[in-house]
């Protein structure tokens, strides 16, 4: 199904102003008897390549491309996209610091009008050459230090809600389960994701444990598919104290760089026998929806 806004009588800011009044009941999107799982390609640039990203698709059912900041570029974006479209993938963009040198990870501190400029900025650039192939983005994930600070900052988070409105209120923003994910879609006026990562620790209170601490990573292929089996079956983890953690996800990350990655993702796929990709159409529109906003197939 392909959105259409019929007739188009508000500009994008209109829309994205309007969706902080008109807010969700919850900005949590259900998807029903499944779990999404998603992954990111197109993380290098130029001559520089991520190995093992192609490896993950047979197994996920969105992908997040670089736009640009913290990595990627035009050709490289193009590529991603004739992937996922090969795959049958649902596409999200995955936005950063504009931060090539340190791949998005240093603390880089920008305004809230620099941040929003920047936010819209990969948005477009991802979604006029998706348009060229004939599709849409659907979602929206942050990287690097801009993921860890919605986690800690719902200022921030609320920026990066209200950016992505702006552009397009149908996209899903996938961040770090818990309160401040929710707080920014229902303040933002969009949906939202909360992930779970198979190959991170937790601690006590459902957050992930810095990748500076020693227990951060799960290297082990055997925990990080023992991790996935509890948050798949209970929805829960093991903290780093030992005591069982529960965490509302809706969608579960991958990437190439985990221990084992293609054996990891392909196991991990046959515990979700009915995943399902991200997508926020049947659930966007609410009683105080816009009259002249429709949908087409």
């Known amino acids: 199904m392909r959105r259409s806004r019929i007739p188009r009588s508000r500009t994008a800011r209109e829309v994205g102003q309007a969706s ?5 009941a919850s900005a949590k999107i259900f998807i029903q008897n499944g779990i999404d799982i998603n992954t990111n390609i197109g993380e290098g640039f130029g001559h520089y390549r991520i190995e093992g990203e192609s490896d993950m698709l047979p197994y996920v059912t969105s992908a997040n491309i670089a736009c640009g900041a913290h990595a990627g570029d035009p050709v490289l974006i193009e590529a991603a996209l004739e992937e996922a479209r090969y795959y049958g993938l649902s ?7 504009p931060d090539l040198a340190g791949f998005g990870r240093r603390e880089i501190h920008l305004s809230p009008a620099e941040l929003r400029a920047s936010i819209l900025y990969q948005l477009g650039a991802l979604a006029g050459l998706a348009k060229t192939l004939g599709f ?6 942050p990287h690097g230090f801009l993921y860890r600070q919605i986690s800690h900052d719902v200022r921030i988070a609320v920026t990066v809600a209200r950016a992505i409105a ?15 994910l929710l707080a920014a879609g229902e303040r933002g006026g969009i949906r939202v994701a909360g992930e779970a990562w198979v190959d991170r620790t937790y601690d006590g209170n459902g957050n992930l444990l810095p990748h500076t601490h020693n227990r951060a990573i799960l290297n082990d292929p055997r925990d990080i598919l023992s991790q996935a089996a509890r948050l798949i079956r209970n929805r829960a983890v093991i903290a780093a104290d030992g ?10 990350h991958l990437h190439a ?9 392909e196991q991990i796929r046959q ?5 399902r990709s991200l997508t926020s159409e049947p659930f966007a ?13």
């Not at 902080?20 to 969700?24: D, K």
């Not at 596409?91 to 610091?97: D, K, L, Q, R």
């Open 20 to 24: 902080s009044l008109a807010r969700p």
């Open 91 to 97: 596409v999200g963009a995955h936005i950063g610091y």
């Open 136 to 141: 849409e983005i659907t979602q929206v994930r």
């Open 166 to 180: 702006e552009f397009d209120r149908w996209l899903v923003l996938i961040g770090p389960a818990g309160a401040n």
């Open 243 to 252: 005591s069982p953690v529960k965490i509302d996800f809706q969608t579960i």
């Open 257 to 265: 760089r985990v221990a084992q990655a293609k054996l990891v993702a």
């Open 271 to 275: 515990m979700i026998p009915e995943a």
């Open 285 to 297: 529109i609410d009683e105080h929806e816009h009259p002249g906003l429709a949908y087409i197939e």
